[in-house]
């Protein structure tokens, strides 16, 4: 029988990751459209508020119920604002694995939300979910992104040359795409250990089953 996510919260001292719903549809459509998630994504440009609808109301609830991942809306605390996505897909409930990517807002970068949301997860992915391995693949030239995997204390395996497609402004304003290779990344719960205590001087995080 295929293994689900379930419908949860995490929250840290500064955000609350929840599932996405339908008032997220203009602050996601507005984020995806940004120039360094468009070039480091494959999500398509322009990314319509109908897009963004499809996405919290069809293609995440699926991905959950199906087994294969989870979407989930990063979100301030303090102001309920939507500033960035944590995502879990190609979960292999067997072996205790998935795959997990982030995407951070314009309109809070700067800030490390993104380690932030992205440790918050994995710990609660070896805690309460008792995965044993978190992988993240992140494109050669995508330096901020290697930041991340490295400061929530993600170890390099190695490169998946040619693997990837990235995207790149044309003269003419439009988007082409180029190849690049992935830099593919692992954590496991012993990774955690000195990031996690890091993570506890700043407050940490609780969990809430069955959100709604």
Do not use: H
Not at 3 to 19: D, G, M
Not at 115 to 121: D, V
Not at 168 to 188: K, Q, Y
């Amino acid at each position: 029988m295929t293994s689900t996510f379930p419908t949860i919260s995490i929250s840290t001292e500064r955000l609350v990751l929840r599932p996405l719903d339908e008032d997220d549809v203009p602050a996601l459509a507005a984020m995806m459209n940004d120039e360094q998630i468009a070039a480091w994504t494959d999500v398509p440009q322009p990314f319509t508020e109908a897009a963004a609808r499809t996405w919290i109301t069809e293609y995440a609830p699926a991905e959950r119920t199906a087994g294969r991942g989870l979407d989930l809306a990063v979100t301030e605390f303090l102001t309920q604002r939507l500033v960035g996505i944590i995502q879990l897909t190609k979960t292999n409930w067997y072996i205790r694995a998935t795959e997990l990517s982030y995407i951070v807002a314009p309109w809070a970068r700067g800030e490390g939300y993104a380690s932030e949301a992205a440790l918050a997860t994995a710990q609660w992915l070896f805690t309460d979910q008792k995965f044993e391995r978190i992988e993240l693949r992140t494109a050669a030239d995508n330096t901020a992104s290697q930041q991340v995997a490295q400061k929530i204390g993600c170890i390099s395996e190695g490169v998946l040359r040619n693997a990837c497609i990235a995207r790149a402004r044309t003269e003419d304003g439009g988007w082409t795409e180029v190849r690049t290779d992935f830099i593919v990344w692992s954590l496991l719960p012993e990774d955690l250990e000195g990031a996690g205590e890091q993570f506890a001087e700043s407050g940490g995080f609780t969990s809430y089953p069955d959100w709604n």
